[in-house]
Structures are given as C-alpha cells and as structure tokens.
C-alpha cells in the first residue's frame, strides 16, 4: 500500500480519532493514507508524529515566544472561514508548499456538506485589526489534528508557525485533548524537522 483513501462524509469524531491513531490524515472530502510523499522529484518516506498533549511541556524557547507573541498579537478561536485576506495568506504560502497543494484555501478547509461529524476549528492571530496567521485544526473527541498554517511574510522573524502550532496545543489543553497530530516528518532530514 503507498496512498489508501476513504470519503470523509459521515466521519464520526471517534471513528476520525481511530484513524489518525492509524496514520489517517484529512484531505479534501477525504481522509488518506500514505507511505510516501513526492517532493521536487524525489520520494520520502513518511513518519506521522503524534504525542500525548498533557505530557508536552514547552521549552524554555518556547514559553517565550508563547508569552512575546501573545503580549503583541490577538487570538481568536473559531469556525474556520475563507475570505478574500486567508486566501491571500494562502497563495502567498503556496510556492513553499511541496506536497498536496490545493488550488485555494477553500478546497482545503471541511465544508459543512462533507457530512463529517467532527469539528474543524481554526485560530486567526492578529495583529490589531490586521489578520497575520491562521491554522486550522480537527478536533476529534480525544484528538486534535493540525491541518494547516498560513502566516503573511513579513512577520516571519516572530515565528508564526511555530506560535500557531503552541496556540493549538495549548487549546487541546483546555479542550482536554488526549493526543495532537501536528503532521508528518519525513525520513530525511528536511523543512518539517520543527515539528
């Protein structure tokens, strides 16, 4: 097997917590399954990471960034939306992505016709009135799934990513979230090896 696929209509959040536990990821109006993943012409092998949320405890590093950003930017948790500034956000990113590129944000993000049962949530970060990153997330009945992040350019020294991704454990935290699937590494060393 190197890529399985199943439709996502009907998902329960429990059924969609047994398959993350498996390797499943969520796609658009699908959840698959792959070994493998092609970038620049090159095939990786993929390693799925998954850890219990309560046993993380952030580094030093990452208090401080925790605390810098939330001091200077504004969270806000909710229904993920597409409008005109996440759909710039993501074309801006879209040249970085190497693997499952979608034509627009809104191929990516669970509509509500899927027929799933399990809730997709996404964290805007803001700064003042002015939208500057925003990731999205499944959230099972013990799991929580990071789907994407998209953060503007020019805020790239406040490590955005990295924010988002502490912002959505920290949320699993409150959620009382058992396991966080922040995505995949692949079996080189590579861009992915923050996770």
């Known amino acids: ?81 597409c409008d005109k500034r996440r759909e ?11 693997a499952f590129v979608h034509s627009s944000l809104a191929d990516v993000l669970l509509s509500p016709q899927s027929g799933a049962e399990f809730d997709a949530m996404e964290i805007a970060v803001y700064d003042g009135e002015e939208l500057v990153a925003v990731s999205y997330v499944d959230v099972g009945e013990r799991s929580m799934a990071s789907i994407l992040c998209l953060y503007d350019q020019r805020y790239n020294r406040d490590s955005l990513g990295m924010y988002t991704m502490l ?10 979230i058992d396991y966080y699937y922040p995505g995949y590494v692949l079996d080189q060393p590579s861009a992915f090896d923050y996770k």
């Open 1 to 81: 097997m190197l890529v399985q696929t199943a439709s996502i209509h009907g998902l329960r959040r429990g059924d969609y917590d047994d398959l993350l536990a498996r390797g499943w990821f969520r796609g658009n109006g699908i959840v698959y399954r792959s070994e493998v993943v092609c970038i620049d012409s090159q095939v990786y092998g993929i390693r799925n990471i998954r850890f219990p949320v309560f046993a993380f405890s952030m580094r030093r590093s990452h208090r401080k960034l925790f605390a810098k950003n939330n001091s200077r930017f504004t969270l806000r948790i909710g229904t993920p939306r």
């Open 88 to 98: 710039e956000l993501y074309r801006g990113l879209v040249p970085r992505f190497k």
């Open 167 to 176: 912002a959505e454990i920290d949320l699993a935290k409150k959620l009382g």
